[in-house]
């Protein structure tokens, strides 16, 4: 089943300035204009248009050749982010719903892009153990938020010196700033972990990290340093 957000109503800015951010915005154009509207029409989750226009201005600044992306739903942010970025440029995108995935696979192909994706099928978990030794220029991580944390160290593995991760929804709509006490019990972990993960990078000596308010909170951390983050993975105390 492809599942909807609950927190697309929930904007970190005013309704009104969103509206104006989506609707007066360059819109996008052709098959990925397309898709973009199938997912809005029927609340599927994709990056709200005010990102979309983000990425269409950062990622030919950036040029990535190699991207990693999780969380590809229909296949739409991977998408635009081949058509944003150099020519060449290859997206490696993991997703765990087969419903997710099939519709991804013929995105692709409409797209014309099946040759510069590989699909990963299954938990993000797994394939980051296996993606090691890869070397990553830009990662748009985009799944379940609770888990930005445990992925996180991987991810900075993976990315070169000087690369950048984007990681939407780190906001949730405010509510990240809310008393854990206040927080309904179905949204504590999420409450918790992306609290703890934000603790760990927001102000780290070997990163630079910079949280925008674009759809419900878009956090870009760029590597400076190389640094081991596998402390978030065995519970140790923070290094
Ligand atoms: C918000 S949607 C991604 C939207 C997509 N990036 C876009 O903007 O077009 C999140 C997706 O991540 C997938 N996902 C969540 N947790 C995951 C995990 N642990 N491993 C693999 N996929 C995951 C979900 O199935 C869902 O399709």
């Known amino acids: 089943m492809i599942k909807r ?52 201005w950062l990622l030919p600044i950036l040029q990535p050749k190699e991207i990693l992306e999780i969380g590809t739903a229909i296949g739409f942010s991977a998408g635009l982010m081949i058509q944003a ?14 419903d997710m995935i099939e519709k991804a696979k013929v995105n692709f192909e409409t797209l014309g892009i099946s040759d510069q994706v590989t699909l990963l099928e ?28 445990d992925f996180f160290p991987l991810c900075y593995e993976l990315l070169k ?9 780190v906001l949730q709509g405010g509510t990240i700033l809310d008393d854990r006490s206040d927080v309904p019990r ?28 674009l759809g419900d909170g878009l956090l870009l951390i760029t590597k400076r340093e ?5 402390f978030m993975l065995t519970g140790e105390p923070r290094a």
């Open 122 to 149: 299954g938990q993000a978990s797994d394939w980051l153990e296996k993606l090691k030794n890869e070397s990553i220029d830009f990662i748009f991580m985009d799944s379940a938020k609770a888990k930005y944390y």
């Open 161 to 169: 010196k000087g690369g950048v991760i984007a990681i939407d929804d």
């Open 85 to 98: 970025s150099s020519t060449g440029s290859h997206v490696t995108t993991i997703e765990r719903n087969p």
């Open 5 to 56: 957000n609950e927190m697309m109503d929930r904007p970190v800015i005013e309704n009104d300035v969103r509206e104006y951010l989506r609707k007066e915005q360059k819109q996008l154009s052709g098959e990925l204009r397309k898709i973009e509207m199938w997912a809005n029409e029927r609340r599927v989750p994709i990056i709200p248009h005010e990102t979309v226009t983000f990425f269409n």
């Open 186 to 213: 179905r949204r504590r972990k999420i409450h918790e972990k992306l609290n703890a993960f934000l603790d760990v990078v927001l102000d780290h000596p070997a990163l630079d990290a910079s949280i925008i308010p």
């Open 226 to 230: 190389s640094f081991d983050f596998g």
